[in-house]
């Protein structure tokens, strides 16, 4: 298993940004394709972003496209998620998470590895 920690939330206003960051530990950061999630109240968590292992693969929700971009320093074992343009509805604890699954997973149930999240508040 593999231990996630998210950092980088905060209050921003519309139009402005935030890039968040996901620190592992434990089991080789490299070997596991990495997702963010988010999940506002009320609502179930969805998919914002994932990226394969060596980073040069990545695929988006279609509401962050063109906004976000994820990625990822192996050596530093860090996941980052540059959000730029932010909108009010943005606002959401964001996660990260770790994946074995092959290919560029979107579900939360093909993620074994979960953080603590991180709290990302756009102001209008």
């Known amino acids: 298993q593999v231990q996630l920690v998210e950092s980088g939330g905060g209050l921003v206003q519309a139009g402005g940004s935030l890039r968040l960051s996901c620190a592992a530990s434990?089991?080789?950061?490299?070997?596991?394709?990495m997702g963010w999630f988010r999940q506002a109240p009320g609502k179930e968590r969805e998919f914002v972003a994932t990226?394969?292992?060596?980073?040069?693969?990545?695929y988006y929700a279609d509401s962050v496209k063109g906004r976000f971009t994820i990625s990822r320093d192996n050596p530093k074992s860090t996941l980052y998620l540059q959000m730029n343009s932010l909108k009010p509805e943005d606002s959401a604890v964001y996660y990260c998470?770790?994946?074995?699954?092959?290919?560029?997973?979107?579900?939360?149930?093909?993620?074994?590895?979960w953080g603590l999240g991180t709290q990302v508040t756009v102001s209008s």
């Open positions: 998470a770790a994946s074995s699954i092959y290919g560029l997973p979107t579900t939360t149930s093909e993620y074994a590895s």
């Open positions: 434990g089991r080789t950061f490299s070997t596991y394709r």
């Open positions: 990226i394969n292992r060596s980073g040069n693969n990545q």
